[in-house]
């Protein structure tokens, strides 16, 4: 089926600096999504995005938190500076149309801040 | 709030033998059901999606949706050991996008 790639799978970064978790959506998708796993929870929505812009995002979506996807290539979720209750898998998932179509996720980046 | 329970937490099932799972939604406008598994260290694989009561099936998989008992289920027709992962139960709501998930259930199917 589809895929989606996420880049790193796993990183270990120091409390306060930045990280930027890289995600190759399935090529004709219009809908690009950000989810967040802490261990031993459910997954959490955090962001959506269409046409260069954030439709909706959650509590969880901090200031720290930003996303973008520059001229058609990854899209990407920042963090800066990073705490250590971000420490979570991060899904990334896309879709070709809103609402009431299937989100091919990607394999995750597993994300420690120590 | 959608709040999304998956029962049971963990099963085990022998091959061949059918194996039922369970997902309550607190929301009753929600239209959207879809199940995904994943295998560990692994991305979701998104299995059979369900808009109306009644069944869907694709292949071995089959869901079923009562909404009047804000229920939806999935059954493993003949599950073999490649099929012991977890399995995610996602809901949204009418007209919107963002999916709420169940924790998961931690299928263990035996040779």
């Known amino acids: 089926g589809p895929k989606v790639l996420q880049i790193p799978s796993h990183q270990i970064i120091d409390m306060g600096q930045m990280v930027t978790l890289n995600c190759d959506p399935v090529?004709?998708?219009?809908?690009f999504y950000w989810y967040k796993q802490i261990l031993g929870q459910q997954m959490e929505f955090l962001v959506n995005f269409y046409n260069g812009k954030v439709m909706e995002k959650s509590k969880l979506f901090k200031d720290q938190f930003s996303v973008e996807r520059p001229d058609g290539s990854y899209f990407t979720l920042k963090i800066q500076p990073t705490a250590l209750e971000d420490s979570a898998v991060y899904f990334c998932a896309s879709s070709p149309q809103y609402s009431g179509n299937t989100l091919y996720f990607g394999e995750g980046s597993r994300l420690i801040v120590v | 709030q959608q709040k999304v329970q998956q029962s049971p937490e963990s099963l085990t099932v022998s091959e061949g033998a059918m194996a039922s799972l369970n997902c309550t939604f607190s929301d009753g406008t929600s239209n959207n059901f879809r199940w995904y598994r994943q295998h560990s260290a692994k991305g979701l694989e998104v299995l059979v999606s369900?808009?109306?009561?009644g069944e869907k099936e694709e292949g071995r998989f089959t869901a079923h949706l009562n909404r009047a008992n804000l229920h939806v289920s999935l059954h493993i027709r003949e599950p073999q050991p490649s099929d012991s992962a977890v399995y995610l139960c996602?809901?949204?709501?009418?007209?919107?996008?963002?999916?709420?998930f169940g924790k998961g259930t931690q299928l263990i199917i035996q040779p």
């Open positions: 996602a809901v949204s709501l009418q007209g919107a996008d963002r999916l709420t």
């Open positions: 090529s004709n998708h219009l809908y």
């Open positions: 369900i808009f109306s009561d």
